[in-house]
Structure formats: structure tokens, C-alpha cells
């Protein structure tokens, strides 16, 4: 019979490793005065556990930690905002929708111009969130107003969500939705905007394929933000938001740029290329964490990066108020964008 006793994370390991350290197995005979000790520990040890895991999915569990709304109404509230902005950008803004930038069926994005036609107009992409399993491109319009508004193009990128896709085909799905535009419009310069887990594809990329990235990150990237990402996966194996993704501690070391990043070599991304890495007031601590972690991982590599906490916001508004041309993250945006021109 096998005693499990239950063991805390080492220095310098996330929270969440402590949280969730599985019991490790020891061959113990055991008798039976023994034996009755050790279910009282095998119970506790389980009920333990189940608050571990609780406390994980309270973590990764966006909506939770929003104050100015109940929980349950949260992204109805979300979708409902960003439909509505997809619905204006239609129809007030000039658009080619459902481009096709691969052969697949999901491979599709929509382009909003501003009113005035350039050669070399400032281009912004965004990749939408919903942890890889929701959300779409025809209700994530919040920024195309306001930015196309100030003469850029809004590129929104739509790929194959779990179950449909995998972690790994999204990952070249982003990239092959880059390689397209920057052939498609070979005189402009591009911004990247990433809201939620999704953060994680662009840097994915970026850190899974470096040479790849650095001969386009050169031609004319001029920066990436990234709003509330997530950039270490394994923590999410444990939660429910891994049933669609089916995601296995394999592939959560492949497709997480934080892990990534702690075993590469230092390697420049040049000053053309720096990342912004954001964060809501009222996301969860897990969010924090794995923002500010990143971005010191980012500096500790050589990549010029920054970190901000937007006040006053959650997971969700901080996308939501995109709609204003006074949002301070549309300003931050802007700026992003008009400074590296």
C-alpha cells in the first residue's frame, strides 16, 4: 500500500506549484491501527486538495473578481458591448471582412480603414480573448472606431477556438495571419493587441520560432500590448477551463512563452520591437503574477519591455472602454502606435 504525504513548492516556485503539488507516493506496510491513521490522512489530504483546486479555478476564473457587476452577468455584458461595436464599425467604418489569410475555414480576419486612403497607414492587430475556447472576431470591434478614427487600420484576426483547434495550430494560425499582412501591405508598420489568455499566442510564437519572428518583427512590428495575458499554461491543466483544450503538461511547456523565456539564451528583440505588458487593478493575484513575471522575464532576456496596471478596471472593461477615443488604454494605443512611426 502506498502512503501519500503531501509536499510544499521550493523556494523560488509560483504560488500556484505550492497550491497544487501532487502527493508524492512512499511503500509503507502499514498495520491496522496504522492503516485507520492513515485514511484520516488520505482524507485530509484529499480535502486539501479540493480546495486547492478550487482556489485555482478562483484564480483563472476572470469574471470572479469583477466588483462592479455580478459574476454571472459579466460576459453577457462583454459579448453584448463588443457586438454592439462590431455592429457600428460595419456600418460606419470602410471594411473588407472575412479575409482569408490561410486555406482553412477558420483562417479568416476583417480589416476596418480609417476614412482617408494612405500607402503607408499605421496598422493594429488584435487577437481576441475567451481562453481559447470562446469569443470571435465579429464581436471584438470595441478599439475600430476610435483608432480608425485617427487614420490606422484595425486588423481583428479570427482562428480555429477549442475544440476545433489546438493550442499549437493557433499559435501558426497568428503567425500565418502576420506573414499575410505584412505581404498584403508591405509599406506599413504593425502593433499587435492581445486581450486575456490569448496573449499567449503572439509571444508563443515569438518565443517558439525567434528566428522566424525576429526577420518580421524587424520589418516594421513596432510593438506588442498585451492586456491581461496569461504566459505560463501549466496552472490551467488543474481547471476547468482545460476540458475543451485537453491541454497536457506537454503542451502546456511548448506554448508558454514564461517558460519558454526562462531556459532561452539572452537574445535581442531590438528597440523597434518592445512589448507592454498590462494589467486590470481587479484581475485575480494569478494574473498579476504571471504579468509582472513576465515582463521581468522579458527584461532579464534582453527584450525591452514594460509592465503598467491600469487602475480602476477588470478583465473585462479594461477591453470594454476601448470604445472611447478618451480610454486611457486607447491613448496608451495610440501613442504605442504613432511613436514608432
Known amino acids: 500500500m502506498a502512503l501519500l504525504s503531501a509536499h510544499s513548492a521550493g523556494a523560488g516556485e509560483a504560488p500556484w506549484k505550492a497550491l497544487s503539488a501532487e502527493a508524492e507516493p512512499h511503500s509503507v506496510a502499514l498495520a491496522p491501527r496504522e492503516l485507520a491513521v492513515f485514511y484520516t490522512i488520505l482524507k485530509v489530504v484529499l480535502l486539501q486538495s479540493a480546495g486547492i483546486t478550487a482556489e485555482l479555478e478562483k484564480q483563472y476564473s476572470p469574471s470572479r473578481w469583477v466588483v462592479r457587476m455580478e459574476a454571472d452577468k459579466v460576459v453577457g455584458t462583454f459579448v453584448q458591448i ?198 486590470a487593478q481587479h484581475d485575480s493575484p494569478e494574473f498579476h503574477r504571471q504579468s509582472r513575471e513576465f515582463y521581468e522575464t522579458l527584461r532579464r532576456v534582453g527584450i525591452e519591455a514594460s509592465f503598467q496596471q491600469l487602475p480602476g478596471v477588470d478583465h473585462f472593461d479594461i477591453i470594454e472602454n476601448l470604445t472611447r477615443e478618451d480610454d486611457v488604454l486607447t491613448q496608451i494605443i495610440l501613442k504605442t502606435i504613432f511613436q514608432a512611426l
Open 82 to 279: 463588443g457586438s454592439q461595436a462590431t455592429q457600428k464599425a460595419r456600418t460606419t467604418r470602410r471594411n473588407q471582412l472575412d479575409v482569408p489569410y490561410g486555406d482553412g475555414e477558420g483562417e479568416r480576419m476583417d480589416i476596418y480603414f480609417p476614412d482617408e486612403d494612405s500607402e503607408a497607414f499605421p496598422l493594429f492587430l488584435f487577437i481576441h480573448g475567451g481562453y481559447w475556447q470562446s469569443g470571435s472576431k465579429d464581436d471584438s470591434a470595441f478599439m475600430v472606431n476610435p483608432l480608425t478614427a485617427q487614420g490606422v487600420v484595425v486588423v481583428l484576426v479570427a482562428y480555429d477556438i477549442a475544440p476545433k483547434g489546438t493550442l499549437d495550430q493557433m499559435v501558426e494560425q497568428v503567425a500565418r495571419s502576420v506573414v499575410f499582412l505584412q505581404r498584403r501591405y508591405p509599406s506599413n508598420q504593425s502593433s499587435f493587441g492581445c486581450h486575456g489568455a490569448p496573449g499567449q499566442l503572439d509571444q508563443a510564437w515569438c518565443h517558439t520560432q525567434p528566428p522566424r519572428f525576429l526577420t518580421v518583427c524587424q520589418n516594421r512590428i513596432s510593438g506588442f500590448l498585451l492586456v491581461s495575458g496569461i504566459y505560463d499554461l501549466e496552472p490551467l491543466i488543474s481547471t476547468s477551463q482545460n476540458a475543451p483544450l485537453h491541454m497536457t503538461p506537454e503542451d502546456a511547456q511548448r506554448n508558454s512563452p514564461q517558460l519558454r523565456l526562462e531556459v532561452a539564451p539572452a537574445w535581442p528583440m531590438g528597440p523597434a520591437c518592445p512589448v507592454l505588458v498590462l494589467v
